[in-house]
């Protein structure tokens, strides 16, 4: 099953702490993200919003000033998912103990990866930012940048541990990094962004994933004779 999305917000007015932190802000963000990931920025009113939530259109504007800042809010909430997703990376090279570890490895992070990004939610998430990055430049590059960015950034790094241990050939991590998320990606992602209904098997993940690995390893890994 997949993992929901994580969406971290920050606390709202001190007034409604007595609802307590699971109370009225929250359902209002669980209330937005459905709407907004289903029907989309412009098709998801404020009187749907506070309708969904269980509260009063008042008190949308009360936590969050109207639904731009609300929109806004749960964008770079959501990169909170890639946030936690980038932190596990590390511990995906600290069973690799020798050359022989390299390839099992990787191909258990890019089926993670694949996985993590093929989750209904996150394609419904880059479906909506793609679709509303004319009205919010900005919003849509701070987005990329805590998101896929991120993750770029902490593979490259992962990816330079290895090189700097003999265990991958590139002088260029980030380059190496790039290589890998797009063959991993690539195929899948563009199919899902456009099938917007497909459901694609794990199983059929897992050997798009495992020969991403194999193209992967050919130009940067070298096992001894």
Do not use: W
Not at 87 to 105: C, F, H, K, M, N
Not at 151 to 157: E, K
Not at 165 to 174: F, N
């Amino acid at each position: 099953m997949a993992e929901e999305l994580i969406v971290r917000i920050g606390a709202g007015p001190a007034t409604d702490q007595r609802e307590g932190p699971a109370g009225k802000r929250a359902a209002i963000v669980a209330a937005a993200t459905d709407l907004f990931l289903r029907q989309g920025y412009h098709d998801t009113s404020t009187d749907q919003i506070a309708a969904a939530a269980a509260v009063s259109k008042q008190t949308v504007y009360n936590q969050f000033g109207d639904k731009k800042n609300l929109f806004h809010d749960i964008i770079l909430g959501v990169t909170a998912t890639a946030e936690r997703f980038a932190g596990e990376l590390p511990q995906s090279i600290a069973t690799i103990r020798e050359p022989a570890d390299v390839a099992p490895a990787l191909r258990a992070l890019a089926r993670r990866y694949l996985a993590a990004v093929m989750n209904p939610q996150v394609l419904a998430l880059r479906r909506l930012m793609i679709g509303e990055a004319n009205r919010f430049p900005q919003l849509a590059a701070d987005y990329y940048d805590r998101a896929p960015a991120r993750v770029l950034a902490a593979l490259a790094d992962v990816f330079d541990r290895l090189a700097a241990r003999g265990l991958l050939t590139t002088d260029d991590p980030a380059h190496a990094a790039e290589h890998f998320a797009y063959l991993v990606l690539g195929r899948p992602l563009d199919h899902g962004m456009f099938h917007v209904d497909a459901v694609p098997a794990a199983a059929g993940l897992d050997r798009s994933a495992d020969r991403a690995v194999a193209v992967f390893l050919a130009a940067y890994h070298e096992v001894p004779n």
